[in-house]
């Protein structure tokens, strides 16, 4: 009995299903990838993901064609008891597999870090003093998380405090994230921005929105009863048609304004229950 | 070896009256202890006045009764099982009493028993128990979100099943392969008679079975609304429901740290003549790998509970930032125990899979030493990538490429675990018997949570999916396609040797394929509900995500029926058809499969001798002109 080379086979079949999918997935897949091209930091959230993709497609049909074909090829025929070969290992094999996952691994991790520093931190939190910080002017505006409601201060405006997101379109926005009660997460979604709000954090995060549109914002961490209720929509808007909002809103909220605490990037959390 | 002296059973005093027996150390004394406990803590902690328990007046709750109740409720219940009897005898000079070592009868089954075969059987139960709780609440978050607003349970109750079947899995299920299986059968594997701290083993199941009773009665104290994560502040402002949380983490961290002490402690010294390291069954490596971790990570975490208990009750601040404490000490506390945690319940089942292939394919395990070093490669690594649950926290910003590298260097260890399982698969003889089909579904959902795991582990990506729906399918193909499909292999597999009595396999293959495909059919599609923007732990969602959502719901539905299907054929072929089991049904070569039916008390009439590892399976392959001996993956 002539057994059909079968590393040969796999390995044919392997690499033309490679061949074929990875093109399809990055091109096809890729660019509809979240979560989208609202900001600079999405555009590149998305390519991050396109890359990943792609990194993760042959390593998954590897597998997945791998256990079809031994489940196909290497049954025990009906009713029979037959032992397989005792083959306890191949030092070749197992050094390859090391040396490439250890190529994959590490050039995940190169990439990631210089997709990181390359993006100012790629819209997520990165805490008071961010590693990279993104040149030119930039537009501070502060989300101040609360249960169960995110509000938006603009220091440059006065202090106005806001109940809605409302951003310059291709203006480098200084986003500073803090809480007032317990951890928020501030979830922009179609800005590619996450980052937590802590009690007495300034979580700084940056984002340039290069498209007009809305946004959703949420909360995406676990802060008591109410947390899916946080829910809330953004706009971007035109430099102009910003100004026009911002001043009506420093207009409107004048009283209210000179009730608040003067900015400063974090502020005294309210007592819980118990502590504080 | 030590272990070449035999224990000596001890005769049982004969024709004790039943109402005799009733009296003494049992369940019976347990439960009534415990309550008397638990009220004596109650009052306590109602006489007691301070001035920073002011906060009490206004709110008509009281955390430092109930965490006192609690803890006098266990040690009561602890008492009564007679955990007390050897430690006071021996203080008054008297001999002990063995009423543990009892030897024979179902009733040793309901209370403290040291024989480590009961115990495994006592876990297994108990465990599932537990296990079918916690499904039961995934079942009624899963029912709530079939409507974008909340509806059915409304979101207290909603929060608080989600932290209930969060908790419920994490904690109790730690134990899920450990406790069963290891217990059962690490000492048999290594050639022991009993473990080597026999009441040690009892006390971590009796631990277990308390702390799953108190987090059931967080019902009764209004719930927890944190998840299981229990992030501070939050923690420190719910009712008191949370208490029974804390109590439930920290007795199941004790339970953890002394479970992993004693199989450290057993495999190391208790090994029979003749069984190397070299030769120890692979899954008793990955015991014990999983046991540095308990030993390791679980006392931080009972020492964060510890803390915040603190918080709640006499008003420290160790996590209240307005009085100089910090949220982000519990995150870093927490998550340095929480990502071990989380290799505690992946590491035995890389062990049960590896340790079942090479059984049904008829083949040697490929990479013996590979395997040994994928596992305690992610033992160690696991100590140094907690940092990647707070990428977007802000916390140590400038440390994120460090713990994206060290997340991503874990799956170099990881693939070893991969490598090992297709090598055995390959030019096999295999036969699908219900626990290969379980090992297999493995290799396929661990691949899928590892390659989604690249995506949260990348700082970047991470922007959009932490936190997200992305996050939860995540490390439920991880934990539930890693350790629940393994869980359910080594009953399929093992239960037969533990009862001589096997499943139905008409039933099992219907439970599995089921399971393995309504399990996809749920989280697969949860990737995609996370990337379009639906945060976990919420009850109210986009209106746009309802089909999606109303998908995923009947998978999960399908996906608890075939827990059913399980269910009725334990009952159905345990309890009431019996079907008998084979001394041997999968002609396996491990020593467990080769001593008699039922195991005799004491495992074996003479300590057995180890010239080989368990995997003698297959022919010697050196025909001319055939194959290499492994072609290329």
Redesign the interface.
Known sequence: MT?P????R??VVWLLATVIATPLVILLLGPN???GKATQ?AT??VT??TV?LA??TP??LL??I??IY??IY???PQG???????????A???T???IV??LL??S??VY??T???S?N????????S??TVPKGPKLPVQVIGQQWAFTYRYPTYGGVETPHLVLPVNQMVELH?TSL???H?F?A?QL?????A???????AFVEPTRVQTF?V????????????M?DHGSVVTQAEFETWIHQQQVAFAPATKTLPPYSTTY????????? | MTTTTAAVSTPQPAGRPLWRRLIGFNLLAAVALGVGGYYLGWFIGHQIKAPSLI?REK?SEN?VALLLAYFFGVIGFLIGLGFANYPVSRLFGRPASLREKEDEGIGRYFGLCTDHKVVGIQYLVGIGVFFFIGGLNAMLIRTELLHPT?TVVG??QY?SL?GMHGTMMMGMMTSGILGPFANYFVPIMIGARRMAFPRIEALTFWLLMAAGFILTSTIFFGGF???W?G????N??AVMGMDSYIIFFALVGLSMCLLGLNMLATIMTMRAPGLTWSRLPIFVWSVLATSVLMVLAAPMLVATLLMAAL???I???FF????GG???LF?NLFWFFGHPEVYILALPGFGIVLELLPVF??????????AISGMLGVSLLSFFVWQHH?????????L??FY??ST??I??PT??I??CA??T????????SVPMLFC?AW??NF??GG?SG??VS???????T???FFTMAHFHYTIMGGLIFTFFAAIYYWVPKMTGLRFNERLAKWHFWLMFIAFNSTFMPLFAIG???Q????????SNLQALNIWVSISAFVLGFSMLIFLYNTVYSLIFVRLRAEQNPW?SKSIEWQIPHPVPVNNFEQIPVFDSDP?D?????RVAG??P?????
């Open positions: 057994e080379n079968h590393a040969r796999f390995a990838m979240p979560p930091q590149g959230q991050d993901n990943l990194m993760a390593v998954l597998v997945v791998y256990l031994t489940v290497f049954r025990q029979a008891v037959l032992e397989g070969p005792a083959i306890r290992g191949d070749r094999v197992q390859t597999w090391i996952t250890s691994v590490l995940l991790a990631g870090t997709r990181l520093l993006d931190g790629a819209g997520s939190g990165s805490g008071p961010p590693l994230v009660d317990v951890i997460s979830w979604r590619g921005v996450k980052a937590d802590n009690p007495q954090v300034d979580n700084i959703e949420r909360c995406s961490e676990l802060c008591g009863i109410w947390h899916g209720e829910f005294l959390p309210k007592p819980t229950r118990r502590g504080g | 906060y709110t955390d909340p979101p207290n929060i989600v609304p944190t998840g994560t992030y501070e502040p939050l420190d402002q918080d709640r009750t008003n420290t601040s209240i930032a307005g009085g910090s949220s982000y995150e394919t008829r083949k040697p395990l490929w990479g013996y030493r590979l707070l990428f977007v926290s802000g916390i140590n910003a400038d994120r490429p994206m590298l991503e260097i799956s170099i693939g070893f991969f490598l297709m090598g698969l390959w030019k096999a003889r295999s036969s699908f297999v290799v396929f691949l899928i390659l690249v995506f990348d700082a970047p990506s991470d922007t959009s932490h936190g997200s990337m379009m923007g945060p976990r732990r919420v009850s109210e969602y986009a002609r995997y399976y297959g022919v010697p392959l055939a194959q001996a492994s072609a290329g993956t």
